[in-house]
């Protein structure tokens, strides 16, 4: 039996159309469409559930900074409280098991998990951590994303204050004589916030938003707004197989860290000294045809040189839009390549990503 | 032209002396989304009942259009190929998706009425 988010009757009352994901029922779009509600939070507000997504907190003060750079890579150190980073649990071969947001609490960090990944992520944390540490994935908590260029309006209604917020910064605020911890943080390529709150008090929250003016987005809008935004989505544009280093992420893995040991550093630093055979690239079809995952791609000479792992309509950029692993000397931009759709070879280049770009916002004092 | 006909794939067809226009329902765009892409046949094909003859693609899949009679393609409408969204807008009407010349009238028979169609289309979504 698949599990309810606290926002499920929401969903519901709203028209969604809910679907299974990664365990949960989950709503893929309501009655306007993926299309209205992708152009919707570009515009102006819209609210995620992403409640499902895991949120896991290892408290403790002895080392844990130090051993959690044993297992992330990434600088923990020059990280400042309330500060967040994207990051990867890895596997001894540099593949991944997950992407991730770490965020420096006070005595703690919170991780923000995908889904389908977080029991595991738990388990392999668990085994890689002293006992010493509490760790705890923590289903006490809903997690609601708002974005868009009025998702600082709408929450501003709500909560006081979150506008002096950076990006990829967070904090707790005063919310219904309780705390509740914002970070300045999303996923579609808008500025926006993920808000961690109680699961009772999650739909009364929810529902004053949308009372300021913002709606409820399914998981279908999120896939295109992320898929513009040149953003991966586990179990499609990344996997167990594919390293950081060829998922073209090598920016999310600091200097400082590249010669200290991780799991798969070793291949790492390989990679990164020696180059990799195949590359992630932004792909846009000649044409409208959407080429989905695992689309064969072709090379002019008909030799294949490797696949799609996302692709869908972007209707923000109006055009077919794509994501996928090729052999690297194909990887510069505005390579021509071949599409292999229903038998068909379709013309596509290579193109720099993201596709829809808008600048975060960095944060306003006295606002 | 006679009273539209419905298959079991979700398409509609009427009938016009020997011509025959098709396109698809609006219970299947209210099922697909939002259209954002229309494949259809060349003109001058000849199509099999029941065998593909386009495809749709939304923001979710993509899913072939059959064609539910048998006959030469003589027409096809571009106007939802360059914009795909009309298909959502009037399925039944203006987003037609092909014309054919049809050789035997007679396979209609085993289409769907309106009523029949819409008691079916209840059925299978629930």
């Known amino acids: ?367 | 032209m006679s009273e539209a006909k419905f298959s079991k794939e979700h398409e509609w067809i009427t009938l016009e002396g020997e011509v025959a226009t098709i396109g698809i329902t609006k219970h299947a765009t209210e099922m697909l989304g939002d259209i954002v892409f229309a494949e259809l046949p060349e003109k001058g094909t000849n199509v099999e009942k029941d065998g593909t003859a386009g495809v749709v693609e939304s923001t979710k899949a993509a899913s072939d259009v059959y064609t539910p009679i048998s006959g030469e393609v003589v027409d096809i409408n571009q106007n939802i190929v360059d914009d795909p969204a009309k298909i959502n807008e009037d399925p039944e009407g203006a987003a037609w998706f092909f014309k054919l010349k049809i050789k035997d009238a007679s396979e209609l028979d085993s289409l769907m009425n309106k009523e029949e169609y819409e008691k079916f289309a209840k059925e299978t979504s629930s």
């Open chain 1, 1 to 367: 039996m698949n599990k309810k988010t606290p926002l499920y009757n929401l969903h519901i009352q709203h028209g969604a159309k809910m679907v299974e994901f990664a365990g949960y029922q989950m709503p893929i779009q309501y009655k306007s469409g993926i299309i209205q509600e992708h152009k919707f939070t570009r515009e102006n507000a819209g609210i995620f559930d992403v409640s499902h997504m895991g949120q896991l907190f290892i408290t403790g003060s002895d080392q844990l900074t130090e051993n959690l750079e044993k297992i992330f890579p990434v600088n923990l150190k020059n990280l400042k409280t309330n500060q967040s980073k994207y990051s990867f649990l890895m596997n001894e071969h540099g593949g991944i098991y997950d992407d991730l947001i770490i965020t420096k609490l006070k005595d703690s960090y919170l991780i923000i998990l995908n889904a389908a990944c977080k029991k595991q992520d738990f388990e392999i944390i668990k085994k890689k951590l002293d006992d010493k540490y509490e760790i705890n994935l923590d289903e006490s908590l809903s997690l609601i994303a708002i974005q868009g260029p009025k998702a600082k309006d709408v929450l501003g209604k709500v909560v006081s204050n979150i506008n002096n917020l950076k990006f990829m910064n967070g904090g707790e605020f005063e919310y219904d004589n309780s705390n509740i911890y914002i970070t300045r943080s999303g996923y579609t390529g808008e500025d926006g916030f993920e808000i961690s709150i109680d699961n009772q008090k999650a739909e009364k929250f929810v529902d004053r938003l949308i009372n300021y003016g913002a709606k409820l987005i399914g998981l279908g809008a999120r896939d295109t707004l992320r898929l513009e935004a040149g953003l991966c989505l586990y179990g499609n544009d990344l996997d167990e197989k594919t390293s950081p280093i060829e998922a073209n992420l090598k920016w999310a893995i600091p200097k400082s860290r590249v010669d200290s040991n991780y799991p798969g550093s070793d291949i790492i630093k390989k990679q990164i000294d020696d180059g990799v055979k195949t590359l992630r690239v932004g792909i846009k079809p000649e044409t409208r045809v959407i080429a989905r995952g695992n689309t064969k791609i072709f090379d002019q000479n008909d030799k294949e040189i490797g696949k799609v792992t996302s692709g869908t309509f972007g209707p923000s950029v109006e055009c077919s839009i794509a994501m996928g692993y090729v052999e690297n000397n194909y990887s510069p931009t505005n390579t021509k390549i071949f599409l292999e759709v229903r038998g068909k070879k379709v013309p596509a280049n290579v193109c720099d990503l993201p596709f829809y770009k808008k600048n975060y916002v960095k944060g306003e004092k006295n606002v």
